[in-house]
């Protein structure tokens, strides 16, 4: 059983920086996805940002150039940096894991499609990030 933790929303200013944590215990497999969602208030959740197996990341163009995921395979953990945050930004974050789909010949295009789509088995309860004026 995979179990997701994560760590370091809090509120932070237009313009600012905040880096949130994902925590896995149990096993996770090097051949896992891991990734990051969020939901805004009355929005459906969003894929913002995630990483593969072979560490290909991948991101929302709503984010790109902004937020940076990366993976420390060796403890488990996710991270993601958020840069320049704007008032958008406003959500509940969520990390998320699981084996990654067969990649085949997907484009780029396609594979940041499929590893942003919402259908991962474990998940974790989500931090809070604020972004205030």
């Known amino acids: 059983q995979v179990q997701l933790a994560e760590s370091g929303g809090g509120s932070v200013q237009v313009g600012g920086s905040l880096t949130l944590t994902c925590a896995a215990t149990g096993y996770i497999y090097s051949g896992y996805c891991m990734a990051w969602f969020r939901r805004a208030p009355g929005k459906k959740r969003e894929g913002v940002a995630a990483v593969d197996a072979d560490g290909v990341t991948a991101y929302a163009d709503s984010v790109k150039g902004r937020f940076t995921v990366s993976r420390v395979i060796a403890n488990h953990t996710l991270y993601l940096q958020i840069n320049s945050a704007n008032p958008q930004d406003e959500a509940r974050y969520y990390c998320?894991?699981?084996?990654?789909?067969?990649?085949?010949?997907?484009?780029?295009?396609?594979?940041?499609?499929?590893?942003?789509?919402?259908?991962?088995?474990?998940w974790g309860q989500g931090t809070q990030v604020t972004v205030s004026i």
């Open positions: 998320a894991a699981d084996w990654c789909p067969a990649k085949g010949a997907a484009s780029m295009a396609s594979w940041t499609r499929i590893l942003l789509t919402d259908d991962y088995t474990y």
